[in-house]
């Protein structure tokens, strides 16, 4: 399967983005769907997940500012992101996977296989 994000950008601090992973190759029993992201010099950190139950999972830096959601196919998997802070500022990542997941397990890179290249956001104050 193939992921491509889009929808990144410069922004400053205040304002919204909406990311987009478009998803192509896969199959319906895909079962795990994340955001990552990674700023730059740290490491790759989960942001939101949805589970195998359609559960979705937030780090705590992020809830109440993002919301992930799919569209009703799950061929394309969105984070809205909204109050946006310069500690946001990184390249996002989508990942998936067939392998059943929830959380915190959902937020986990270990648990995704395929994995896009990525969207840079950057927020300034």
């Known amino acids: 399967g193939q992921l491509v994000e889009s929808g990144g950008g410069s922004v400053q601090a205040g304002g919204s983005l909406r990311l987009s992973c478009e998803a192509s190759g896969f199959t319906s029993s895909i079962s795990c769907m994340a955001w990552f992201r990674q700023p730059p010099g740290k490491a790759r950190e989960g942001v939101a997940g949805?589970?195998?139950?359609?559960?979705?999972s937030y780090a705590d830096s992020v809830k109440g500012r993002f919301t992930i959601s799919k569209d009703s196919a799950g061929n394309t998997l969105y984070l809205e992101m909204t109050d946006l802070k310069p500690e946001d500022t990184g390249m996002y990542y989508c990942a998936r996977d067939y392998n059943p997941c929830s959380s915190p397990w959902v937020l986990r890179a270990s648990s995704y296989k395929y994995w896009g290249q990525g969207t840079q956001v950057t927020v300034s104050s």
């Open positions: 949805i589970g195998t139950d359609g559960s979705t």
